[in-house]
């Protein structure tokens, strides 16, 4: 079983930065592409971005596109998500997710994804 286990988050004012990670237990952390999903109240959960197992890779949905960084250090079993520039829309729980199989047209697709962290709290002040 693999464990993910995020956080970072926090309230923030808009034009804010904060950079969430994302552990991981698994000893087979590298073989595994990581995506971030977010979700609003009332809303359905929503990708965010993707990274391929060795970072050469990269995805981001159209809103979060330019101020956001997805990044990963194997060695760590860690994988981050630096967002800048946040705006009241951004608030969210947020999901890191790890995915065994996968190709580059699934990774937005958070049915591709095996294993799923709790989330962490992400607010942005007006």
Known sequence: QVQLV???GG???AGDSLRLSCAS???TFSVFAMGWFRQAPGKEREFVAAITWSGGSTAYA???K??????????????YLQMNSLKPE??????????ASYSART?????AYDYWGQGT???VSS
């Open 6 to 8: 995020e956080s970072g």
């Open 25 to 27: 237990s698994a000893r």
């Open 62 to 64: 159209g809103s979060t």
């Open 121 to 123: 709290q992400v607010t």
């Open 11 to 13: 309230l923030v004012q």
């Open 107 to 111: 990774l937005v697709d958070r049915y």
């Open 90 to 99: 951004d608030t969210a729980v947020y999901y890191c997710a790890a995915a």
């Open 66 to 79: 330019g101020r956001c960084t997805i990044s990963r250090d194997n060695a760590k079993n860690t994988v």
